[in-house]
Nanobody, 118 residues
Framework: QVQLVESGGRPVQAGASLRLSCIAS????????VGWFRQAPGKQREEVATVSSVGFANYTDSVKGRFTASRDNAKSTVYLEMNSLNAEDTAVYYC????????????WGQGTQVTVSS
């Protein structure tokens, strides 16, 4: 299993950039797919990005071109670089991990709050 801890969330103005980090520890943590999720009040949890064990990333349409997900396995850290933030990006952001071939995310971090003011 793996343990995940997110950090980096803070209040920012619209148009700003922010970098979130997720430290993943545990045996064979580098073999896991890591996903970034967010949940805003009154909305369903949304998957915004995934990063494969070798760093290949996919994104939901609303963040394509603005967010970049990456990982540094030597540092046991996954990143989410967020640019051109807007009010719709306000949410608690979580990282989560799954080990292929499983499709479910079994391990979750505690979340970090991102608040974007216009």
């Amino acid at each position: 299993q793996v343990q995940l801890v997110e950090s980096g969330g803070r209040p920012v103005q619209a148009g700003a950039s922010l970098r979130l980090s997720c430290i993943a520890s545990g045996r064979a943590a580098s073999l896991y797919v890591v996903g970034w999720f967010r949940q805003a009040p009154g909305k369903q949890r949304e998957e915004v990005a995934t990063v494969s064990s070798v760093g290949f990333a996919n994104y939901t349409d609303s963040v394509k071109g603005r967010f970049t997900a990456s990982r540094d396995n030597a540092k046991s850290t996954v990143y989410l670089e967020m640019n051109s933030l807007n009010a719709e990006d306000t949410a608690v952001y979580y990282c989560a991990a799954r080990r292929p071939p499983r499709l479910q995310y079994d391990f979750w971090g505690q979340g970090t709050q991102v608040t974007v003011s216009s």
